[in-house]
């Protein structure tokens, strides 16, 4: 058999499980056995509504960074979320092909969109990620998230990323742990000046999304 063949072989075999749930997860992205089903908070975006950004500066969603992600997230049914990223040239690593790091971040954002629905405040604790096939410059990519279980300030969740429509092979999965927090992670630890700036200029913080803050 020729190598690309063997390529083409151990490629199918990482993308054979179509949905994320059949990957093996490391211990700490096993939910406990007290872990519960994630419950769509009642005041959610409705299913179909844009998030719009949370944070105009924020790299992954932020339209204020010309060179950021501007990943477009949309609510789900259930504890569910899409999101659409087009890989721009400021995203390269290898010529012409998105970055890891950057297809990382498509996923860390898209996930963290997820605890919006369920108004909770989390930063990412853990992020394992399979990059399954190149993405080149260009290239839409169509992600879907969902909160599997709950346990404590613990939120357990997975993505795919897709190209070539939302139903085209998948191009990058995750799996993470999130972990809630109070604001004052945000206040305590955020560099003064951006701090001061969001207490100044709410807006900043589109209120939609920063239900509990209020600065
Ligand atoms: C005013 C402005 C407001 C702005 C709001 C906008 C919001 C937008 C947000 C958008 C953000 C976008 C997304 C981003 O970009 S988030 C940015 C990237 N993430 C971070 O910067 C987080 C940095 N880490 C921390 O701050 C702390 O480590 C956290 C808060 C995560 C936990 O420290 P804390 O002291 O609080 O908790 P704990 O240590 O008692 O752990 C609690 C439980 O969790 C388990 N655990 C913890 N870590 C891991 C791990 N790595 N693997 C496996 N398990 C882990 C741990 O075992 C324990 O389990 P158990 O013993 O209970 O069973």
Redesign the pocket.
Known sequence: MSTENHHRDDRDRRERPKSAAAEPAPP??VP?PNALPPVRHPDAPAPGELLGS??DH?F?CGEGQPHGLHLQARAGDGVTITAEFTVQSAHQGAPGLAHGGVLATAL??TL?SL?WLLRV??????LETDFVRPVPVGTVLFLQAEITAV????IYSRAQGRIGGPDGPVAVRAQA???E?K?E???E??RADE?RA??SDPDQ?RRVR?FE?N?
């Open positions: 700490s992205l406990p949370h944070y924020c992954g860390d954002e963290g605890n405040i989390a930063v990412t604790g853990r346990a404590g300030r613990k742990l999130f972990i927090v604001v992670h945000f206040t630890n955020g701090i969001v207490m913080i920063a803050v600065p």
